[in-house]
């Protein structure tokens, strides 16, 4: 139990253009989901957190219009990359939690590399 | 605020050694721990857990103990295997009701040898 998919796993964009990467839990109600940026060789920086229904909680110098967040149902969390640039580059990774399974333990998705040309 | 020191890498090991990764936390109330490994191209997996002072967390011969006077959490595996390579990322939630944000040390780099 408590699997947690991303699509796509890799996505090559050119600059300029928007970006959409799903996260879904598959066999758990995902009330809250988080997502992450990884660089490489680094740790994972929180980007926002999202209540299913609600307006996500973006984390401190996160651009909210850059990276849209929507939670509209308890199995799915997107994330948009908007206008997106070659810094922008980089690996997110997502995460859920909900009951029953657990409601203060994370659940990660196999993350999704993007690349922006 | 809380926050999560992990001894820095790469560690680079002989397969069958022993495995120690130094993990220290800071946080201001009772949190639960735990151990995630990411292999590489992949996200995070939950290696082990434990939620309360005196636990130990063990999985896949890995085990770690939540020790609240040192507020340490070392992970340990006594005889690695080249397949063990991977980042160890150590993290706490602070258990405050609902599902709250996982605070990460940076990550260790372990890599195991024949």
């Known amino acids: 139990g408590a699997v947690v998919s991303q699509h796509p796993s890799r996505v090559i964009c050119k600059s300029g253009t928007s970006v959409k990467i799903e996260c879904r839990s598959l066999d758990f109600q995902a009330t809250t989901m988080f997502w992450y940026r990884q660089f490489p060789k680094q740790s994972l920086m929180l980007m926002a957190t999202s209540n299913e229904g609600s307006k996500a909680t973006y984390e401190q110098g996160v651009e909210k219009d850059k990276f849209l967040i929507n939670h509209a149902s308890l199995t799915l969390s997107t994330l948009t990359v908007t206008s997106a640039h070659p810094e922008d580059s980089s690996f997110y990774i997502c995460?859920?939690?909900?009951?029953?399974?657990?409601?203060?333990?994370?659940?990660f998705g196999p993350g999704t590399r993007l690349t922006v040309l | 605020g809380d926050s999560v020191t992990q001894m820095e890498g790469p560690v680079t090991l002989s397969e069958e050694a022993f495995l120690t990764i130094n993990c220290t936390y800071t946080?201001?109330?009772?949190?639960?721990l735990f151990w995630y490994v990411q292999y590489p191209g992949e996200g995070l997996q939950l290696l082990l857990k434990a939620t309360k002072a005196d636990d130990k967390g063990s999985n896949k011969g890995f085990e770690a103990t939540y020790r609240k006077e040192t507020t340490s959490f070392h992970l340990e595996k006594g005889s690695v295997q080249v397949s063990d390579s991977a980042v160890y990322f150590c993290a706490l939630s602070d258990p405050t009701g609902t599902a709250s944000k996982l605070t990460f040390g940076t990550g260790t780099r372990l890599q195991v040898t024949l």
């Open positions: 995460s859920a939690s909900g009951l029953p399974i657990s409601y203060n333990e994370q659940f």
């Open positions: 946080a201001t109330g009772y949190p639960s």
